[in-house]
């Protein structure tokens, strides 16, 4: 088997009913399976969701530790693709999601990082009529921006918060959400995986200052590539984001936890 070009961590910890059907959502990729190589890791054994990984020829990794960080950096270690992508147990893809990341990082060689829209489920998987939790505000269905550019156009200062500010406020509501909607490059993600052990939650985050350290082009889609579970165990901020239909609230929102996250980034980065 050549390469996989692609690496999808899926992540489950302590929880099972969700797991079969985010595997099946893999199963139905419809991106040649030799392209991309699937790494479960989890603190249990289920019957249903470990037949789908061996008949599959995935990875199970067994990782105890609550940190998701951990769990993540534990699958990174497994991994072997250019670009990492991520999957909650308790999320699923379309079918064409991944042959849309990598057209997207085959097609702009400066590409590190892609984010894209969601279609919101509730916990039987029905959808649910409220607005993507991440959307484009400018620029059309699809924006690519060239972070390099950015720096050279800010005014004083070039530090990751300001381009961050910049990218979430003004191009894209939460450009930084969920974990399950994006993927980046693989060196822009093991400059900073040190940083995963410290990392007890807040993966997309992390992945998005990775991404804006490492440099390059960040491509967002409105495209609703990914399917976005709520229920009892997840029904938090990125849920109330997914209820509001206002894109006032929803900037009000995303200076706020901009606010909340500006001291851990800039202190490690």
Not at 133 to 154: C, E, W
Request: aromatic content about 10%.
């Amino acid at each position: 088997m050549d390469q996989p070009y692609i690496s999808v961590i899926v992540t489950a910890y302590n929880r099972r009913r969700y797991l079969p059907f985010a595997l099946r959502s893999l199963e139905a990729q419809t991106l040649p399976r030799d392209k991309f190589e699937v790494i479960v890791v989890k603190n249990f054994e289920d019957k249903e969701s470990d037949d789908i990984i061996s008949r599959s020829g995935w990875k199970s990794v067994y990782n105890d530790d609550p940190c998701h960080g951990r769990m993540v950096l534990a699958g990174l270690e497994e991994s072997k693709g250019e670009v990492i992508t991520f999957l909650d147990d308790d999320d699923m893809y379309v079918n064409n999601r991944l042959e849309e990341v990598y057209k997207a990082f085959t097609s702009f060689k400066r590409l590190v990082y892609f984010n894209n829209s969601q279609t919101i489920i509730d916990e039987n998987g029905n959808v649910l009529e409220r607005p993507p939790i991440s959307k484009n505000i400018v620029g059309g269905s699809t924006v690519i921006v060239d972070v390099d550019k950015l720096r050279t156009f800010a005014k004083k200062s070039t530090s990751i918060v300001d381009i961050t500010a910049d990218i979430i406020l003004k191009i894209r509501v939460r450009a930084d959400v969920n974990n399950s909607s994006a993927a980046v490059k693989r060196d822009a993600l093991e400059a900073s995986a040190y940083l995963l052990k410290e990392l007890p939650a807040n993966i997309d985050n992390f992945v998005f200052a990775s991404s804006l350290r490492a440099g390059g082009l960040m491509y967002f889609t409105d495209e609703k590539l990914t399917l976005y579970r709520v229920h009892g165990e997840n029904w938090s901020y990125y849920a109330e984001i997914a209820r509001s239909g206002s894109k006032e609230t929803r900037l009000k929102r995303a200076r706020s936890r901009h606010k909340d996250n500006q001291g851990f980034w800039t202190n490690r980065f």
